[in-house]
């Protein structure tokens, strides 16, 4: 479930990337940063926020224990890895 | 005593020029080797913590290394220069969109090859892309591409670090370095440090690291030097401010002179969506991998995966501002910057002039240069290794089968690899110096970036066959060579896009969107019309799940 929505979220900001809307505005947040820059500024901090929650909700627990059931670097696989 | 050498009918007139910044430099590149020594003492000796380190890196020195190997000089230099040439829609299209792919590429791409690599034993992207396949022929078709395309992105970061000297070390030395003009005058450049010594001295000092302590020196390494270029962003931000009278003024200015600087004017709506791909390119990159495969535990992931945007934004934003302070400035006529040969501006030395005009401190100036330094050799240390560790491992173990030698056996041959690629990319460089290779380097990153539906099918895609992932890969670089043969080699009129101000469009779009779609094409089309992967293959690598 928890994979669901963080990968929804991703689509959703994949969207929300494409802000067309600021495209022409020049107005100024805090009197110094553009409209576009503070947006994408913002939408980085958001980026922080949604990867914070994966790590959180959507971590793939799976993956790590099937990871430690072999050592590869012990046990050299069929391949050639050294 | 420094000289400095100033226009007069006859030859130029000796006046005083700090060194303080060559000195500065020295000293950041003396820290950057102790350091490097330093870490190389904890090499344990084996081939396995020579190339990734043992697994052992932890959550801080994975964040910082993976930080600096995926920012280059481009992360000062070139976003203040694309912000001066683009506007501040740079941010949104370079870095925003990179703070959320890299993550996520982080998240699903390199915990998971991370795992693969721990219980296998893998050190390259080849041993696991053979292996997955089945198929010895995509090595061997995947390894000349991949090192291919390393090898030009490590060329623009030699090269970048020898024209960031020239202009900062400008009339230092010119008994020493003596450039002249026709008429027996001095040139501008004369007395700066040439090309020949900087390339020298960058692969000397990258090269004393890597070649003793391997990855783990170059994480360590990469760590010191993302401290350094955060800091320096930050620091240039802060001093360019209080020259303009704060920010607020600055930006007013702006407004006045160039405002379409302040917006996204400047580029189209299809280019900024196109231009996704690029940021995907992190999933291929082979020197990215290793450092993934250092990981101590997939839980040491946790740190980058959440940090990377936030880092970026850190870094970018000050030096896009700057950027756009620049065009300001340089639309009112108060910022000087030299042309191109298309008689532009050239937008790459924005930063080092408006430091250089506003802030007028060599301390400053030294402090500055070593920031773009370290965010160059951030990257080429981790290329040096890289190479080294897939010709050591991909190439002579798999001609000459895996007993052949022994493990302290393939530490040298790494070492001697590292060695001939370091002597080898000097070389290079400094034939190519004059030539545009930055224009290799979006090249570079587009045929990474369209190999990414590769990776991405051969961990989550069950179907995904041989026949499919060779076919991927052909359409790649087939598709790829099409575009790069229009943009760079056809000099007539161009056949399948259009240049528009130094950039090259397709239908208004990055030319990678469509190699992209052919690349995932062909892999989903051939892997379906051939016969499923076996069982055996499937069960090996992909995890059961567990209710």
């Known amino acids: 479930m928890g994979k669901k929505i963080i990968l929804i979220i991703f689509c959703l900001m994949f969207i929300l990337h494409q802000d067309f809307w600021n495209w022409d505005n020049n107005d100024l947040v805090f009197g110094f940063i553009p409209v576009s820059l503070a947006y994408h500024a913002g939408f980085s901090m958001c980026a922080v926020t949604l990867w914070a929650f994966a790590v959180r909700f959507a971590w793939p627990s799976e993956v790590e224990a099937w990871a430690d059931e072999i050592d590869g670097d012990a046990e050299q696989p069929d391949g050639d890895a050294q | ?547």
């Open chain 2, 1 to 547: 005593m420094t000289v400095s050498l100033v226009a007069s009918p006859q030859y130029l007139i000796v006046a005083d020029v700090s060194k303080l910044p060559l000195w500065v430099i020295c000293g950041y590149l003396a820290l950057l080797l102790l350091l490097g020594i330093f870490s190389a003492t904890f090499f344990r000796g084996t081939s396995k913590d020579y190339f990734v380190a043992s697994r052992s890196i932890g959550p801080f020195l994975l964040l910082m290394s993976v930080f600096g190997t995926t920012m280059t000089g481009f992360a000062l230099v070139g976003s203040s220069g694309k912000s001066f040439e683009l506007g501040v829609g740079v941010y949104g299209l370079m870095a925003s969109y990179s703070g959320l792919l890299h993550s996520a590429i982080f998240f699903v791409i390199g915990i998971k090859l991370w795992a693969i690599g721990k219980r296998y034993g893998y050190v390259t992207q080849v041993q696991f892309f053979r292996d997955r396949f089945e198929s010895p022929a995509l090595g061997w078709i995947l390894f000349p591409i991949l090192v291919a395309l390393v090898i030009p992105y490590l060329l623009v970061g030699i090269i970048s670090a020898c024209k960031t000297m020239v202009p900062i070390t400008m009339g230092m030395f010119p008994d020493l370095f003596p450039v002249l003009n026709d008429d027996g005058t001095h040139a501008r450049i004369s007395g700066s440090i040439p090309p020949w010594l900087t390339a020298l001295v960058v692969c000397f000092v990258v090269l004393c690291y890597v070649l003793f302590g391997g990855v783990r020196s170059a994480a360590w390494a990469n760590t010191f030097q993302t401290i350094v270029f955060m800091i320096m962003g930050v620091t240039a931000f802060i001093l360019i401010s209080n020259a303009l009278g704060g920010p607020v003024e600055a930006s007013k200015m702006v407004l006045r002179e160039s405002p379409e600087n302040a917006d996204r004017s400047l580029m189209g709506k299809t280019y900024f969506f196109s231009y996704f791909v690029i940021p995907l390119s992190v999933g291929m990159f082979p020197h990215l991998f290793q450092h993934w495969m250092t990981a101590k535990k997939a839980k040491t992931f946790r740190a980058t995966v959440v940090l990377h945007p936030f880092f970026m934004m850190l870094v970018w934003v000050p030096c896009v501002i700057v950027g756009m302070w620049a065009a300001g400035l340089y639309a009112a006529g108060d910022l000087r910057l030299p042309l191109t040969d298309a008689g532009t501006p050239n937008a790459n030395a924005a930063l080092g002039a408006i430091v250089r005009t506003l802030v007028e401190n060599p301390l400053v100036t030294g402090l500055l240069t070593a920031g773009i330094l370290a965010a160059i050799m951030s990257s080429l240390d981790s290329q040096f290794v890289c190479l080294g560790t897939m010709f050591t491992n991909d190439i002579v173990a798999r001609v000459a089968g895996k007993d052949r030698f022994s493990d302290k056996q393939m530490i040298w041959l790494a070492r001697g690899f590292v060695l001939v690629i370091v002597a080898v990319s000097y070389v290079l460089s400094l034939l190519l110096l004059d030539t545009n290779v930055f224009d290799l380097g979006v090249w570079c990153f587009t045929g990474f970036g369209c190999l990414f539906p590769l990776v991405f099918a051969a961990l989550y895609w069950k179907r995904t066959t041989k026949a499919g992932a060779i076919a991927c890969v052909i359409a790649t670089v087939g598709t790829w060579s099409l575009f790069f043969w229009d943009d760079i080699i056809n000099t007539g009129p161009k056949v399948f896009g259009e240049q528009t101000k130094a950039k090259y469009l397709v239908v208004g779009m990055m030319p990678a969107i469509f190699i992209f779609a052919a690349s995932v094409g062909s892999l989903v089309l051939v892997s379906l019309a051939t016969k499923a992967p076996e069982q055996s293959t499937i069960e090996r690598f992909f995890p059961k799940k567990h209710d």
